[in-house]
């Protein structure tokens, strides 16, 4: 069982009890996943190039010439999106 696995099942389990505390009747099975692909959608949206230029430029970062400082962010922002997709291969975590 992974971890996914384990947090789909209670997030259906929470969405089945706030139903029934509301009185509801049915519950839609498809809810806990598309919760899921929302929140990787939003970490995704989250980390953008421009901000991690903006976060170096208020630190007052210096990288020697503007094509090396360039290189570097397109390097950090490939390091965060293999992380993300890592994430989601790591067969502890997901399926």
Avoid at 11 to 26: A, F, I, P, S
Avoid at 32 to 57: A, G, H, M, V
Avoid at 69 to 74: G, I, M, N, R
Avoid at 77 to 85: A, L, N, R
Wanted: hydrophobic content about 35%; some cysteine.
């Amino acid at each position: 069982e992974t971890l996914e696995q384990t947090l789909k099942v209670h997030d259906t389990q929470m969405e089945l009890l706030r139903l029934t505390m509301e009185g509801e009747k049915y519950a839609d099975p498809i809810i806990p996943p598309l919760r899921q692909i929302k929140d990787r959608w939003n970490t995704l949206k989250e980390f953008s190039l421009y901000n991690l230029y903006q976060e170096c430029d208020r630190q007052k970062f210096t990288y020697g010439s503007d094509d090396e400082f360039l290189a570097w962010l397109v390097m950090k922002s490939d390091e965060k999106i293999d992380q993300i997709i890592k994430a989601d291969q790591d067969p502890v975590i997901t399926r």
